[in-house]
T-cell receptor
């Protein structure tokens, strides 16, 4: 079955612009989580959506937002981009919220560069 | 507060040698622990998953152990290969529907010829 699809794969934006990243989870998975990873750093949790509702949120400013559609596809938006937003953004899908049993399947990520 | 600590932060070994990575956690209530391998610039890929009742789980040259009493896990890699060079991430999930998993910062392994 198809894996987790993230688009675009690479993105270059200018400071102050906004960007929208997309994630299509594995068919049947209802939970989508987003993570930011900067060079040499661990995965920083952004937020999780389950059945179109935000279930958990990390410690990121309000410039970072997301949503989930009825088909479980999710989008993440970052407004007023800053240089420090340059990172690999990873999306992970799972059957359950919190992944108590099913675990995560990650996409290949979107590499965002802010110049 | 739920925490996952991994050690060492980075490790360099020669091809063919064995190594062991550590993961200590304080996540409660515990549901499962997973080890992921992340190649540079790619998404993490699951290696093993262990539940409370499991002590050892193998996946080829990767063997994970879990001591639920001391809340420690290890990932042992035998006969390392150049392709094992990656970041290895320990993830612990709670036994609740609303809680979120806790990720370790990872161990960066470099295998040299």
């Amino acid at each position: 079955k198809a894996g987790v699809t993230q688009t675009p794969r690479y993105l270059i934006k200018t400071r102050g612009q906004q960007v929208t990243l997309s994630c299509s989870p594995i068919s049947g998975h209802r939970s989508v989580s987003w993570y930011q990873q900067t060079p040499g750093q661990g995965l920083q949790f952004l937020f999780e959506y389950f059945s179109e509702t935000q279930r958990n949120k990390g410690n990121f400013p309000g410039r970072f937002s997301g949503r989930q559609f009825s088909n479980s596809r999710s989008e993440m938006n970052v407004s007023t981009l800053e240089l420090g937003d340059s990172a690999l953004y990873l999306c992970a899908s799972s059957l359950q919220s919190g992944t108590g049993g099913s675990g995560y399947t990650f996409g290949s990520g979107t590499r965002l560069t802010v110049v | 507060k739920n925490q996952v600590e991994q050690s060492p932060q980075s490790l360099i070994i020669l091809e063919g040698k064995n190594c062991t990575l550590q993961c200590n956690y304080t996540v409660s209530p515990f549901s499962n622990l997973r080890w992921y391998k992340q190649d540079t610039g790619r998404g993490p890929v699951s290696l093993t998953i262990m539940t409370f009742s499991e002590n050892t789980k193998s996946n080829g040259r990767y063997t994970a152990t879990l001591d639920a009493d001391t809340k420690q896990s290890s990932l042992h890699i035998t006969a390392s290969q150049l392709s094992d060079s990656a970041s290895y991430i320990c993830v612990v999930s709670p036994n609740t529907n609303a809680g979120k998993s806790t990720f370790g910062d990872g161990t960066t392994l470099t295998v040299k010829p």
